[in-house]
């Protein structure tokens, strides 16, 4: 079975939440030191590798197979593709 992984995003989770405290950090003048990288961190982190066949959230890119359902992601990863 060949599968690719997708590319999840989790708004209400913990990555969506640090983003959300960096964006409300912003809006103060000295917050903003620490809220800028906030936002890029809990954005990078709300996002996580996901099995195209069963939904099971992946460990990283780079896993070739599935552990739940054993699908094959012999593809490029969504990471590399260009973004629409
Ligand atoms: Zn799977």
């Known amino acids: ?16 939440l640090v983003s959300l405290i960096g964006l409300l950090l912003c809006l103060t003048c000295y917050g903003a030191i620490v ?4 936002m890029i961190w809990g954005h990078a982190n709300s996002y996580y590798p996901m ?6 959230k992946l ?5 070739r197979i599935c552990p739940a359902c054993g699908t094959n992601f012999n593809c490029i990863p969504p990471i590399l593709r260009p973004v629409i």
């Open 1 to 16: 079975m060949n599968g690719t992984i997708e590319r999840k995003g989790e708004t209400f989770g913990a990555g969506g």
């Open 35 to 38: 809220g800028i990288p906030m």
């Open 51 to 56: 099995c195209s066949n069963c939904g099971t």
């Open 59 to 63: 460990a990283s890119y780079k896993v």
